[in-house]
């Protein structure tokens, strides 16, 4: 993707053996798409995209309703999509095409009567969305095809010319699970959604128990898995979890019972303890939410509830994150089907950081079992470890984070705590976003664990300046999780006027190190800090900044804290904006967003919110695309679509703005559709963190604070000063694909386009043509799947 004119060519990324999509290159196939087992938000993204993305390539697309059993049964359960029969389903929850257990699919005369039904119809190439049961059902079927059909043409059921015609059959799976059980894979379709509901369900929970000074335990679901109680505790501050992979020691109704009353003896409210379906203590026996609340009651007498959230983690909108998966695994699963061949193995689409791979289908489903194995042997550290490292890391930083208080070492018969000798600083610099305060409670309490002191600067450097500073303590920062905004406070002033009474500041508190939470100005803060240590040698000192704004626009990570949130603020504003013409005449609506110059949250918005276009800076458009794109939303009107939705970032265009935009749609539409604007404004910065940024603030502050350290140890001098010029020590941290990554920012300047305050190259500009394919557009799209042989080896 190179700079032109201050533009990005729109040239999306493609894989190894990737090669160009263009429209109807494989007239005439036939491809079925089916649901199956428990049902997951984002399931209709994924069956949306594979019907727009197969008839994009010129292939014939078919539902198969109710899962196998709809493919058993076959007649009207087998029905063939066209563009509009997915319109209007992409914010919908559950799985429309339905979702059946099938016992008949099981046995071979059932799976017979699944292949006459299409081959009658000349289906070869299958796409299904499930669990890891349903992939591996779908893996027995391609392997018994060949005998299939030869009983088939035996008894007369089917040709000689139609078993030739149909002769194998291409699989590829989608993992849809709310658990995140699936090996493989970063996350499963419905993840993100159902702790989306956790979070919601703890926030408001917490209300009530703290006026009442209640204990609540929440039973969430995982009956194999804990990772949904497991990020949920992480991300909702919970004082105890119970997960299968992790069980609690034997002494686990003591140990909780003493924290509890801990915490009650220090002025704590509530109490929120979560629980897996499936968690089980160190025999491999059930600890259910009643035992633990019998444990506490009898013990504590406190006022002990419960609430069984159930398939309400099931339910309700998918989230932003889910609908992107859903779309993105499901355009990949149709272009993996166009290039198999009859030796080619069933595949799943997973998500690697953020790209969406092909990995073997039973690599993943062997490697899924043998979790379920080591359970059963109680080998926990190996179930642990097999999981993931996001799942390990998750479980490490939870344990760390919810200590009661800092360790403590025992000197001539008085408790003390253990203080180090280092002082580290943190503040902000930017706007507000959401993840800032989760960073800097995991920043504090990280720090306070290793027996360092911190000191929180409040409003950024102007708070610097005026010495408005404190030492941050570990019950302070309490609750800090799932706030919006930043306690701390952040303006936008940069350092470069200021050098002297930074440099000041910086020696009277005897600061060893600095972290910054903040957006672009933070990132160029830093970078002014790093060039003027020739002149400021206080300066000389390990410095770190956490890229945290809604417009994802600092160069060196994929993603910002703040952009996950407000990405699901502009989805849900958008669903309700063409809900509230449900009823009316047809109607477009014309929809501004932030960003500045980047068009991260107009594209990815436009993405999740099957938007008909996405005007941004980044890709060149003039009167002529705003004309064509009109006209083409006029035909889609006179198709029977009455709601349309064009999402225009801020700085698009200096010229184009969102009223003339909106003006030319009222005037071309007329008799055809009527039009509307908004303006969303900073309801896209506000709301509670999601669990996304909740967690990626955590884990890159616990990272943070690691980097430091040892920089620290390294650097420190005789006089317990600490010093560094060189520019390994003045950096971002950055996420990129699955990797936390520390960047020298003098080595991103030259990455950084400073008029624009954007990166000159960003990964999801490779998803632009994706958002036109699936609004019905013309457009050439590079497929982001690769066989990665390393994946596979990786499952050995």
Same mark, same amino acid.
């Given at each position: ?96 095409? *339905? ?44 392997? @018994? ?16 010319? &139609? ?62 898995? $804990? ?66 609340? !019998? ?43 166009? &290039? ?125 300046? &005026? ?16 706030? $919006?905004?930043?306690?701390? *406070? ?88 063409? %809900? ?10 014309v929809v501004e967003t932030m960003g500045g110059f980047c068009g991260y949250l107009a594209t990815l918005a436009g993405l999740a919110g099957g938007a008909d276009a996405a005007y941004i800076f980044e890709e060149h458009f003039g009167i002529q695309e705003l004309q064509l794109d009109v006209y083409h939303m006029a035909a889609k009107m006179a198709e029977g679509v009455q709601r349309g939705l064009v999402l225009r970032n801020e700085n698009a265009n200096e010229n184009y703005t969102t009223d003339f935009i909106y003006r030319v749609y009222s005037e071309e539409g007329k008799g055809i559709f009527s ?5 969303? *404004? ?28 040892? %920089? ?13 010029? &060189? ?8 996420? %990129? ?15 950084? @386009? ?21 609004? !019905? ?20």
């Amino acid at each position: 993707m190179a700079a032109t004119d201050g533009k990005q060519e729109t040239q999306p990324m493609m894989g190894q053996e990737g090669q160009l999509i263009q429209r109807g290159m494989h007239k005439g196939k036939g491809i079925a798409v089916l649901t199956s087992g428990g049902d997951s938000q984002g399931m209709n993204a994924a069956v949306r995209a594979v019907v727009r993305m197969g008839l994009f390539v010129g292939a014939r697309v078919y539902f198969i309703k109710e899962g196998y059993q709809g493919m058993v049964d076959g007649g009207d359960n087998i029905v063939e999509a066209n563009w509009s029969s997915v319109s209007g389903i992409i914010h919908k929850g559950g799985t429309v095409i *339905g979702s059946a257990r099938c016992k008949d699919f099981r046995e071979r005369e059932g799976r017979m009567k699944a292949a006459k039904n299409l081959i009658k119809r000349g289906i070869t190439n299958l796409v299904v969305i499930g669990g890891d049961g349903s992939l591996t059902g779908a893996n027995l079927f391609k392997q @018994d095809w060949a005998a299939l059909l030869q009983l088939l043409v035996k008894n007369g059921e089917i040709t000689e010319e &139609e078993s030739k015609a149909n002769s194998h059959l291409n699989i590829v799976g989608m993992v849809g699970s709310i658990d995140n059980d699936f090996c493989g894979t970063d996350m499963t379709i419905g993840t993100d959604s159902a702790l989306h509901r956790i979070i919601e369900a703890v926030d408001a929970i917490a209300a009530t128990a703290y006026s009442h000074q209640r204990c609540f335990i929440l039973e969430v679901m995982g009956r194999h898995c $804990g990772y949904l109680a497991l990020v949920a505790a992480l991300t909702s501050e919970a004082d105890f979890v119970f997960i299968p992979e992790h069980p609690p020691p034997e002494n686990w109704g003591e140990k909780i019972c003493s924290k509890l009353k801990q915490e009650r003896s220090m002025g704590q409210r509530l109490n929120i303890i979560l629980v897996a379906e499936g968690a089980i203590d160190q025999q491999g026996e059930p600890i259910t939410a009643e035992a633990v609340r !019998k444990v506490i009651v009898e013990n504590l007498g406190f006022d002990t509830r419960i609430t069984v959230l159930g398939h309400v983690q099931r339910g309700g909108s998918p989230s932003a994150f889910d609908r992107l998966l859903g779309c993105r695994m499901g355009a990949e699963s149709v272009l993996a089907l166009m &290039e198999a061949t009859s030796e080619t193995e069933p595949c799943v689409i997973s998500l690697d950081g953020n790209q969406a791979v092909r990995v073997p289908l039973m690599g993943c489903v062997l490697k899924t079992q043998a979790v379920s194995k080591a359970m059963k042997d109680r080998n926990w550290d190996d179930a642990v470890q097999m999981r993931g490292r996001s799942f390990a890391r998750n479980l490490e930083t939870y344990k760390m984070l919810t200590r009661l208080r800092p360790p403590k070492v025992i000197e001539g018969g008085k408790s003390t705590m253990i203080r180090g000798g280092f002082n580290l600083g943190v503040m902000h610099i930017g706007a507000p976003a959401c993840g800032m305060n989760a960073a800097v409670r995991s920043f504090v309490r990280n720090c306070i664990y290793r027996g360092d002191t911190v000191y929180g600067v409040h409003d950024g450097i102007d708070g610097l300046v &005026e010495g408005n500073v404190q030492e941050m303590t570990w019950a302070e920062v309490t609750g800090w999780v799932g706030q $919006g905004g930043a306690f701390l *406070g952040t303006k936008r002033t940069l350092p470069a006027k200021h050098f002297e009474q930074i440099a000041a500041r910086l020696r009277e508190y005897k600061l060893h190190s600095l972290l910054i939470v903040g957006g672009f100005e933070a990132y160029h803060a830093l970078l002014q800090m790093y060039e003027a240590r020739g002149k400021y040698p206080e300066f000389c000192i390990p410095m770190v900044v956490i890229p945290a704004t809604i417009s994802n626009n600092v160069p060196g990570s994929d993603f910002s804290l703040g952009c996950d949130t407000a990405l699901n603020e502009i989805t849900e504003i958008c669903d309700r904006i063409r %809900q509230s013409a449900q009823g009316t005449k047809r109607r477009v609506f014309v929809v501004e967003t932030m960003g500045g110059f980047c068009g991260y949250l107009a594209t990815l918005a436009g993405l999740a919110g099957g938007a008909d276009a996405a005007y941004i800076f980044e890709e060149h458009f003039g009167i002529q695309e705003l004309q064509l794109d009109v006209y083409h939303m006029a035909a889609k009107m006179a198709e029977g679509v009455q709601r349309g939705l064009v999402l225009r970032n801020e700085n698009a265009n200096e010229n184009y703005t969102t009223d003339f935009i909106y003006r030319v749609y009222s005037e071309e539409g007329k008799g055809i559709f009527s039009c509307r604007k908004n303006v969303l *404004g900073h309801m896209q910065q506000g709301g509670s963190p999601s669990v996304f940024d909740r967690n990626m603030g955590t884990k890159m502050a616990a990272k943070a604070v690691t980097w430091l350290t040892d %920089q620290m140890l390294a650097h420190r001098r005789d006089d317990g000063t600490v010093f560094c010029q &060189e520019s390994s020590t003045a950096v971002l941290l950055g996420l %990129q694909k699955r990797s936390y990554v520390f960047q020298p920012v003098f080595d991103l300047k030259k990455n950084t @386009d400073w008029d624009r305050r954007i990166p000159k190259e960003q990964w999801w500009l490779k998803l632009r043509p994706l958002l036109r394919i699936l609004a !019905k557009h013309e457009a050439a799209y590079h497929e982001e799947g690769i066989n990665v042989k390393e994946v596979e080896e990786a499952l050995d």
